[in-house]
């Protein structure tokens, strides 16, 4: 059974960090794309970053780039959120999603993705 469970949200003061974990299972994890997603309360569901299946070619949304950063570890069928420099309109909770198939190129397009986890929340607050 494919399963994707992140961890790692919390409450933050702005200018904190935190790292987000999407461990998955029940799947080959180099064989998938693996994007990042955030919902805060009556906003729709936005892409944060991506990571290709092919030579782990990444992708931003403008408003995290140069403070998030994706990676992948696929022998511990992990993927990870570093977000530095948080700010309070960072706040939502944070979604990972996978897509099968072998990209050298990704997109962070909610409905590019078939597979998603629960979800953690992370908080930017003083």
């Known amino acids: 059974q494919l399963q994707l469970v992140e961890s790692g949200g919390g409450v933050v003061q702005p200018g904190g960090s935190l790292r987000l974990s999407c461990v998955v299972s029940?799947?080959?994890?180099?064989?998938?794309?693996i994007g990042w997603f955030r919902q805060a309360p009556g906003k729709e569901r936005e892409g944060v970053s991506c990571i290709s299946s092919v030579d782990g070619n990444t992708v931003y949304t403008p408003s995290v780039k140069g403070r998030f950063t994706i990676s992948r570890d696929n022998a511990k069928n992990t993927v990870y959120l570093q977000m530095n420099s948080l700010k309070p309109e960072d706040t939502a909770n944070y979604f990972c999603a996978a897509v099968d198939g072998l990209y050298r190129i990704c997109m962070i397009l909610p409905s590019e993705y078939d597979h998603w986890g629960q979800g953690t929340q992370v908080t930017v607050s003083s």
């Open positions: 029940g799947f080959t994890l180099d064989e998938y794309v």
